[in-house]
């Protein structure tokens, strides 16, 4: 084909006018080319110091949450804070010390104190820190050596551009970030200073880089957790339901994390794993995702042989070194045995849960019994309220129905109680009831005695002496109280009788002697001898009148005298009824009720008296359905005081004495009942039997034994005396201020069994025998202690052999230390909430076919189940459900909201609750250091955690 000369002229222009452009373009855009790299350089610059500068934030936020001392290069400094070190002087005034800031004032107190009996001087400087500046340069970061983790961030463009960083710690000014508990909010900056270099591309570099962030850093408590596994934790001991095993609430593993390679186990993580000293492995292997982040291999939640882990897992690569010593071992301690019957003691004072099911035992015959308590009970001071007046108890009260009462009835009724100390609380009180009728309230101590006798002794020896007068023997019949004598009218009518006949006499000037003692008689002069007169029918008639004043006068004489007798025997004899506390702590014989003269109520004094009823409430704290674990008492028409007591038509604990006598008066027989009617009967004399027939406990409890509280209180076979009591309670009592202070960060790791078997809450108590510091063999959960009331504070056991679920169960709730704990098999779900620390978790598969979920206290659907079980509740409302119609930070709460927003929240069970699930580890905060000397048990710093949890509240990158 011929070409067109016209077109290839017109491709030759297109390709010389492609060239002149190409020409143009390079001629023109040199200096574009030299702005993008320079955009480039400056954007990298940027990101190199963006991710110095966060990197640096995150080293920082870690050190202060591991509690670091820092040295000049921004490395750890090792010499600082080393455990067992003694040398508090150099480690609370290290000017890096991170852990200053995270002191509480409690905490700095304590600190000052110690530094003050140890050095013998105040410290000169402030322990506390608010605010940390430091300045390091990018060389010394770079000596920390390859491996450490700022130095995976500092390239050559960064050591040329940046000459050093400031770091700067800061307690924030702000009133919004005031600490509400032990949390500490910290302000932590880093600056990038740049290099003074004007030669090299950082000079690109125009603005300082930035970055700033606030943290709160909060003591990380073993309540947090619902699981703290010892050794490893293997996910296929689990089943393979679908169901299976869930945790709500974190879990910390003291080892490895061991996740099965094949199979499907129903195992989920819904919060956050903590792994000690071990690994995540798949059957002994690490732990590694065939696609991470992959859509069908996702780390958090699709692991194909498992649930997953929704929260994640850290790893800590720091045991706590407690957990492997917790459970096992031989321990020797000194041989002091003061320790167990100091917690007996105070167990006994405080500890509601030991009493929940006692009820009060009689044992005796013909009115005189002696009382006691179940044998896992003990008679309790009575100390919470209502109980004194004017800082002195009131051991004798008359009631209003006695105050008001008739003289003639104030007249059968005395109550003398022995002068008690003002020191000496009751443990019992008897209302004392005659006839139906209540009279008198008596309050009994340790050592006690009160006797209440049915006749005022004063009165009737007043009485006696009117009448048994010989110059008054007729003239002051009216001045006797025949009414209040009680006696018949036939004294009177005798009286009035003689009266008359020498009043009729004296006209005929006829009388006797005695005659002149009427009132009637005034007459000075009269005949006493009818001798005198002569006529015959007049000196018969004398005669006659005479012997009928002789034959009056000793038919009143006869009566007078025969009240005298019986007024002279009643005096020396009144019926009282005597009660007696034992001087001995001890459930086994501690109240006894006794009469003395009760055949006297034969005399006419007390003739109208038909039943005589002691009701008696005694104090042992029990709070068995009771709404209220600080004072026992249930609310509304059952409220009741401390203590086996109810009220009510049968529940009474009340001995019912009851005369029967003839139509003239007579007693035939005295019967004694019990408050429903039955007998107390000689079938007693020798066999302990319910002083109640209605027994309100859950299960039949136990007659007194032969130890005074249980196989499981240290006190002597017959119990204490007061004054061994007294004597305990000082030395269980001791001024720990006059103790000398523990070594600077004293450990007790080596005896953290020791301290998790007792949670010695007072540093003076002496050790313990070693034969009582070992854990329980068996606890099997009861549906009795879930029950809401059954508990002070939190439901707790530490340290068991085995813990037992039944299948009934559907909720255990508490703070448990179990060396295994098992689940038996069961036909419904079943939920933990709060802390478990297990070594062996074993879990029948019928178990985990219907579900086992593991909250912790604060899990949401660990509150959920806790407020529907009504652990949580509104106390002060009617209605207990836990709604509010106004915030908690409301400023015009009243007192009851404020304290039903506390109650309705899991806090308040950490204010009563176990203090060592208040630690941050189970390595101890109180406990002993040496197994070969004699000391006292010792604490560390008051408040001072060792595990750290840590949050970045906000975080802003930015330019200067």
Same mark, same amino acid.
């Given at each position: 084909?011929?070409?067109?000369?016209?077109?290839?002229?017109?491709?030759?222009?297109?390709?010389?006018?492609?060239?002149?452009?190409?020409?143009?373009?390079?001629?023109?855009?040199?200096?574009?080319?030299?702005?993008?790299?320079?955009?480039?350089?400056?954007?990298?610059?940027?990101?190199?110091?963006?991710?110095?500068?966060?990197?640096?934030?995150?080293?920082?936020?870690?050190?202060?949450?591991?509690?670091?001392?820092?040295?000049?290069?921004?490395?750890?400094?090792?010499?600082?804070?080393?455990?067992?070190?003694?040398?508090?002087?150099?480690?609370?005034?290290?000017?890096?010390?991170?852990?200053?800031?995270?002191?509480?004032?409690?905490?700095?107190?304590?600190?000052?104190?110690?530094?003050?009996?140890?050095?013998?001087?105040?410290?000169?400087?402030?322990?506390?820190?608010?605010?940390?500046?430091?300045?390091?340069?990018?060389?010394?970061?770079?000596?920390?050596?390859?491996?450490?983790?700022?130095?995976?961030? +500092?390239?050559?463009?960064?050591?040329?551009?940046?000459?050093?960083?400031?770091?700067?710690?800061?307690?924030?000014?702000?009133?919004?970030?005031?600490?509400?508990?032990?949390?500490?909010?910290?302000?932590?900056?880093?600056?990038?200073?740049?290099?003074?270099?004007?030669?090299?591309?950082?000079?690109?570099?125009?603005?300082?880089?930035?970055?700033?962030?606030? #943290?709160?850093?909060?003591?990380?408590?073993?309540?947090?957790?619902?699981?703290?596994?010892?050794? &490893?934790?293997?996910?296929?001991?689990?089943?393979s339901s679908n169901k299976g095993l869930d945790f709500y609430g974190p879990v910390y593993v003291q080892r490895h994390l061991i996740i099965p390679s094949a199979g499907k186990y129903g195992v989920s993580f819904k919060d956050k794993v903590r792994i000690g000293e071990g690994i995540l492995q798949v059957d002994g292997k690490p732990f590694k995702p065939d696609t991470p982040g992959g859509l069908d291999n996702q780390y958090l939640s699709q692991i194909p042989t498992m649930n997953g882990f929704l929260n994640g897992v850290s790893l800590e690569a720091e045991v706590d070194e407690g957990l492997p010593r917790?459970?096992?071992?031989?321990?020797?301690?000194?041989?002091?045995?003061?320790?167990?019957?100091?917690?007996?003691?105070?167990?006994?004072?405080?500890?509601?849960?030991?009493?929940?099911?006692?009820?009060?035992?009689?044992?005796?015959?013909?009115?005189?019994?002696?009382?006691?308590?179940?044998?896992?009970?003990?008679?309790?001071?009575?100390?919470?309220?209502?109980?004194?007046? %004017?800082?002195?108890?009131?051991?004798?009260?008359?009631?209003?129905?006695? #105050?008001?009462?008739?003289?003639?009835?104030?007249?059968?009724?005395?109550?003398?109680?022995?002068?008690?100390?003002?020191?000496?609380?009751?443990?019992?009180?008897? $209302? +004392?009831?005659?006839?139906?009728?209540?009279?008198?309230? #008596?309050?009994?101590?340790?050592?006690?005695?009160?006797?209440?006798?049915?006749?005022?002794?004063?009165?009737?020896?007043?009485?006696?002496?009117?009448?048994?007068?010989?110059?008054?023997?007729?003239?002051?019949?009216?001045?006797?109280?025949? %009414?209040?004598?009680?006696?018949?009218?036939?004294?009177?009518?005798?009286?009035?009788?003689?009266?008359?006949?020498?009043?009729?006499?004296?006209?005929? &000037?006829?009388?006797?002697?005695?005659?002149?003692?009427?009132?009637?008689?005034?007459?000075?002069?009269?005949?006493?001898?009818?001798?005198? +007169?002569?006529?015959?029918?007049?000196?018969?008639?004398?005669?006659?009148?005479?012997?009928?004043?002789?034959?009056?006068?000793?038919?009143?004489?006869?009566?007078?005298?025969?009240?005298?007798?019986?007024?002279?025997?009643?005096?020396?004899?009144?019926?009282?009824?005597?009660?007696?506390?034992?001087?001995?702590?001890?459930?086994?014989?501690?109240?006894?009720?006794?009469?003395?003269?009760?055949?006297?109520?034969?005399?006419?004094?007390?003739?109208?008296?038909?039943?005589?009823?002691?009701?008696?409430?005694?104090?042992?704290?029990?709070?068995?359905?009771?709404?209220?674990?600080?004072?026992?008492?249930?609310?509304?028409?059952?409220?009741?005081?401390?203590?086996?007591?109810e009220y009510g038509s049968n529940g009474e604990n009340a001995i019912n004495y009851e005369i029967s006598r003839d139509n003239k008066g007579n007693v035939q027989k005295i019967e004694t009942k019990r408050n429903d009617g039955t007998n107390l009967d000689s079938a007693l004399a020798s066999n302990w039997g319910l002083l109640k027939s209605e027994n309100k406990s859950y299960y039949n409890p136990e007659p007194p034994g032969n130890t005074p509280g249980g196989s499981n209180i240290n006190y002597p076979v017959d119990g204490l005396s007061v004054a061994e009591a007294k004597d305990l309670d000082k030395k269980?009592?001791?001024?720990?201020?006059?103790?000398?202070?523990?070594?600077?960060?004293?450990?007790?790791?080596?005896?953290?069994?020791?301290?998790?078997?007792?949670?010695?809450?007072?540093?003076?108590?002496?050790?313990?025998?070693?034969?009582? #510091?070992?854990?329980?063999?068996?606890?099997?959960?009861?549906?009795?202690?879930?029950?809401?009331?059954?508990?002070?504070?939190?439901?707790?056991?530490?340290?068991?052999?085995?813990?037992?679920?039944?299948?009934?169960?559907?909720?255990?709730?508490?703070?448990?230390?179990?060396?295994?704990?098992?689940?038996?098999?069961?036909?419904?779900?079943?939920?933990?909430?709060?802390?478990?620390?297990?070594?062996?978790?074993?879990?029948?598969?019928?178990?985990?076919?219907?579900?086992?979920?593991?909250?912790?206290?604060?899990?949401?659907?660990?509150?959920?189940?806790?407020?529907?079980?009504?652990?949580?509740?509104?106390?002060?409302?009617?209605?207990?459900?836990?709604?509010?119609?106004?915030?908690?930070?409301?400023?015009?709460?009243?007192?009851?909201?404020?304290?039903?927003?506390?109650?309705?929240?899991?806090?308040?069970?950490?204010?009563?609750?176990?203090?060592?699930?208040?630690?941050?580890?189970?390595?101890?905060?109180?406990?002993?250091?040496?197994?070969?000397?004699?000391?006292?048990?010792?604490?560390?710093?008051?408040?001072?955690?060792?595990? $750290?949890?840590?949050?970045?509240?906000?975080?802003?990158?930015?330019?200067?």
């Open positions: 084909m011929k070409r067109n000369p016209q077109q290839g002229s017109v491709l030759i222009g297109v390709v010389l006018a492609l060239g002149f452009a190409g020409f143009a373009y390079v001629a023109t855009s040199t200096s574009f080319f030299k702005s993008i790299t320079q955009q480039k350089a400056k954007t990298e610059l940027d990101v190199l110091s963006k991710s110095l500068t966060n990197a640096i934030f995150n080293y920082t936020t870690y050190a202060i949450k591991e509690r670091w001392c820092m040295d000049d290069n921004w490395g750890r400094d090792q010499k600082c804070g080393a455990s067992g070190s003694a040398d508090m002087k150099g480690f609370v005034t290290h000017p890096r010390n991170l852990e200053r800031f995270l002191w509480s004032k409690t905490t700095l107190n304590d600190m000052s104190n110690r530094y003050e009996k140890i050095y013998g001087s105040v410290p000169t400087k402030a322990l506390g820190l608010s605010k940390l500046e430091q300045n390091i340069s990018i060389t010394s970061l770079e000596s920390l050596g390859e491996s450490h983790p700022l130095n995976l961030v +500092i390239d050559d463009n960064i050591k040329k551009c940046l000459s050093s960083v400031t770091v700067t710690i800061e307690k924030p000014m702000a009133s919004y970030y005031k600490s509400q508990g032990d949390e500490v909010y910290l302000l932590i900056s880093v600056k990038g200073n740049l290099s003074a270099n004007p030669l090299n591309r950082c000079s690109l570099i125009k603005q300082t880089p930035v970055l700033k962030g606030m #943290v709160i850093v909060y003591p990380k408590t073993l309540n947090q957790y619902a699981l703290i596994k010892a050794e &490893d934790f293997k996910i296929s001991d689990y089943g917790l459970f096992g071992g031989a321990y020797d301690y000194p041989t002091n045995v003061n320790m167990a019957m100091c917690k007996s003691r105070k167990d006994l004072k405080d500890n509601f849960s030991l009493t929940k099911n006692s009820r009060l035992f009689v044992k005796g015959s013909n009115g005189s019994y002696t009382f006691a308590l179940s044998e896992s009970n003990e008679f309790r001071e009575y100390i919470r309220n209502g109980a004194s007046e %004017n800082g002195k108890y009131i051991y004798n009260t008359y009631m209003q129905s006695f #105050v008001n009462a008739q003289p003639s009835t104030k007249n059968q009724f005395a109550v003398e109680v022995k002068d008690e100390p003002v020191e000496v609380k009751p443990i019992m009180e008897a $209302y +004392i009831s005659v006839n139906g009728r209540e009279y008198a309230k #008596v309050l009994l101590g340790r050592s006690s005695e009160a006797k209440i006798t049915f006749g005022n002794k004063e009165f009737y020896q007043k009485q006696k002496e009117i009448l048994d007068t010989e110059d008054t023997t007729y003239l002051d019949i009216d001045k006797v109280d025949l %009414n209040g004598l009680r006696v018949d009218s036939s004294l009177r009518n005798a009286y009035n009788s003689f009266e008359d006949k020498c009043d009729d006499a004296k006209g005929d &000037d006829v009388s006797i002697p005695e005659c002149k003692k009427v009132k009637k008689h005034n007459k000075t002069e009269v005949a006493t001898d009818c001798s005198t +007169i002569t006529k015959n029918w007049e000196k018969e008639k004398c005669i006659d009148t005479i012997k009928e004043l002789n034959q009056r006068k000793q038919n009143y004489l006869t009566k007078q005298h025969a009240l005298i007798t019986d007024l002279t025997n009643f005096i020396s004899s009144t019926p009282a009824v005597v009660l007696k506390t034992s001087a001995l702590l001890s459930n086994k014989e501690d109240v006894k009720i006794s009469w003395e003269n009760r055949d006297s109520f034969k005399y006419p004094f007390v003739s109208n008296i038909e039943s005589i009823k002691f009701r008696f409430n005694v104090y042992d704290f029990a709070i068995e359905e009771s709404n209220n674990t600080t004072s026992g008492l249930r609310a509304g028409k059952n409220q009741r005081l401390p203590g086996p007591n269980c009592e001791v001024d720990t201020n006059a103790l000398p202070p523990p070594s600077w960060d004293v450990s007790f790791t080596e005896h953290t069994q020791f301290s998790w078997l007792y949670n010695v809450t007072n540093p003076g108590i002496t050790i313990v025998d070693p034969a009582q #510091v070992k854990p329980m063999p068996l606890y099997t959960f009861t549906s009795q202690d879930m029950d809401v009331g059954n508990y002070q504070g939190v439901p707790t056991r530490s340290i068991v052999k085995e813990c037992v679920v039944p299948h009934d169960l559907d909720l255990i709730f508490g703070f448990y230390v179990c060396e295994t704990l098992k689940v038996e098999s069961r036909t419904r779900p079943l939920n933990f909430v709060g802390t478990f620390i297990v070594k062996n978790l074993r879990i029948d598969a019928s178990a985990l076919s219907n579900g086992v979920n593991f909250y912790s206290l604060w899990s949401t659907g660990g509150i959920e189940l806790l407020r529907e079980k009504r652990h949580l509740r509104r106390e002060k409302a009617k209605n207990e459900e836990c709604t509010f119609t106004k915030p908690g930070w409301f400023t015009g709460l009243d007192e009851d909201t404020l304290a039903d927003y506390q109650s309705c929240s899991p806090a308040k069970f950490l204010y009563q609750g176990a203090n060592n699930f208040n630690w941050t580890t189970i390595d101890p905060e109180i406990g002993i250091t040496d197994a070969n000397t004699q000391v006292t048990t010792q604490s560390k710093v008051v408040n001072r955690y060792r595990r $750290y949890g840590a949050n970045v509240i906000w975080l802003r990158n930015g330019a200067e």
